[in-house]
């Protein structure tokens, strides 16, 4: 903070215990305690415009690293190999998306074939 601004309130301070009636000492005082006041919220201002800089950057990182994780994660729940109903092991993701969706195919045909029972 500005020493110099909080010295001069403290005189203006004890002068005005000395001469309570003074008009211009309590303006002055009012002033001096303004400029500060606007100093203090200069510097604030400077420090949360400095920490929301260092926050998107952080975050920026932050968002490269859940990406990468949620990339990670994606590849774990992936089915990578599958074997058909001639043992057949199907490495390739749409034949293995093909395979999938024909068994549910047959298995809701079956399931209809139950209800009509």
Sequence with gaps: MNVRS???IEDLERELEL???DINLLE???LEKQKLNDLIDQRINGILLRSKAEWVEGSEKNSKSFANLENKKAKQKRISQLKD???NIETNQNNILNQIKVFYQHLYEKDKKYRRL
């Design 85 to 87: 109903n001639t043992n």
């Design 19 to 21: 001469n309570i009636s």
């Design 6 to 8: 909080i010295k001069k």
């Design 28 to 30: 002055n005082l009012k």
